[in-house]
């Protein structure tokens, strides 16, 4: 780490030694080293320089969908929260992968473009979004991105994709499998009425406040859905709402998300993920997969 401190010295690029705890909704996670990129420019040669020297790197958004160990992360955390520019042009909204959905929601909204909806109250990033196409109340990020700008780490230039190259599918992109770096994206919306956007923003964001448990930190939804199947109903039915190791608990108002009641370990969560995916293999004897990940 000393050579990447040393380049981020000579090149002016901020970064601190934080706790994972910090900066993820989560409110878990040991030391680590966060790099504040300023440009897509400064981005890309963090990234070059981590490989050059071997330091493993992650590049997070607003950290809402990941869980880091106690121990901490012996890398480079890049964070994308600078490149946050939001811009509207006719019936586009263009984003930097740091903008968080919400500032886009507005921005769309304010310029009177129905589609984004769904993404209000999502807490991440466009980043983040895209990565995991994420989705919610019907909508999923797969259907309003037109093309989206990344760094392939591999080849070390930058490419734009159309949406049909992104290869969206339930909570996964190519994004993932290609150690591409999301830079920006543009959303298609269409014209719709203003009071009509904020009613269905509003009522979304009123769905979440009566359903989902927003007083404790989290990472939203623990699991995905399995094939037709609600996988927090079959946690619920399986009886385990509200059970907890140590500061981690199974939500008592919704059993999708495990939640940290007050100083849970990574390892409370860990162990409490691996509890309720044994009780689902031998009620229902299927496999249920995190949504979260695991940041190692
Ligand atoms: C209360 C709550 C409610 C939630 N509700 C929903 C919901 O309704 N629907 C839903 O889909 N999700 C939901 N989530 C999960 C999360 O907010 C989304 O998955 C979000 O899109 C993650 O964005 P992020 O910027 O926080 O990503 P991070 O957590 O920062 O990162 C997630 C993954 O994306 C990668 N990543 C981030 N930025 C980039 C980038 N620029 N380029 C490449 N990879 C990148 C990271 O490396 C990591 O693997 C919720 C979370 C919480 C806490």
């Known amino acids: 780490m000393k050579d990447l401190t040393e380049f981020l010295d000579i090149n002016g690029i901020p970064h601190a030694a934080r706790r994972a705890s910090d900066i993820t909704t989560f409110k878990v996670g040991?030391?680590?080293?966060?790099?504040?990129?300023?440009?897509?420019?400064?981005?890309?040669?963090?990234?070059?320089?981590?490989?050059?020297?071997g330091i493993k790197f992650v590049v997070l958004g607003c950290g809402s969908n990941v869980l880091f160990r106690d121990s901490g992360y012996d890398g480079a955390v890049i964070l994308t929260q600078s490149l946050n520019t939001v811009r509207v042009e006719a019936d586009t909204v263009y984003a930097g992968c740091g903008a968080p959905l919400h500032t886009i929601c507005r921005a769309a909204y304010d310029a009177g473009l129905s589609g984004a909806e769904f993404a209000y109250g999502i807490p991440g990033s466009l980043g983040?979004?895209?990565?995991?196409?994420?989705?919610?109340?019907?909508?999923?990020?797969?259907?309003?991105?037109?093309?989206?700008?990344?760094y392939s780490v591999a080849d070390r230039r930058t490419v734009t994709l159309s949406r049909e190259e992104c290869g969206f599918g339930y909570r996964h992109s190519v994004f993932e499998d290609n150690a591409f770096i999301v830079l920006s994206a543009s959303l298609r919306l269409s014209r719709g009425d203003k009071a009509e956007i904020r009613a269905l923003m509003d009522d979304l964001i009123n769905r979440r406040k009566t359903k989902q448990p927003l007083n404790y930190p989290s990472a939203g939804s623990t699991f995905k859905r399995y094939p037709g199947r609600y996988t927090g109903q079959m946690i619920?039915?399986?009886?385990?709402?509200?059970f907890t190791v140590g500061g981690a608990q199974v939500s008592?108002?919704?059993?999708?998300?495990?939640?940290?009641k007050g100083g849970a370990t990574s390892e409370d969560i860990l162990n409490l993920i691996d509890h309720v995916k044994a009780v689902i293999k031998e009620r229902e004897g299927i496999d249920i997969e995190c949504e979260i990940r695991v940041i190692d």
């Not at 030391?31 to 981590?50: A, H, K, N, Q, W």
């Not at 619920?236 to 509200?242: D, M, S, Y």
Request: glycine letters at 14%.
């Open 128 to 150: 983040g979004a895209v990565f995991m196409n994420a989705g919610a109340y019907g909508g999923e990020m797969k259907d309003i991105v037109s093309s989206v700008t990344a």
């Open 252 to 260: 008592e108002k919704h059993a999708g998300f495990v939640i940290n």
């Open 236 to 242: 619920e039915e399986a009886g385990l709402k509200g």
């Open 30 to 53: 040991g030391p680590c080293t966060v790099v504040y990129p300023g440009s897509e420019r400064e981005l890309i040669s963090v990234v070059d320089e981590c490989v050059d020297s």
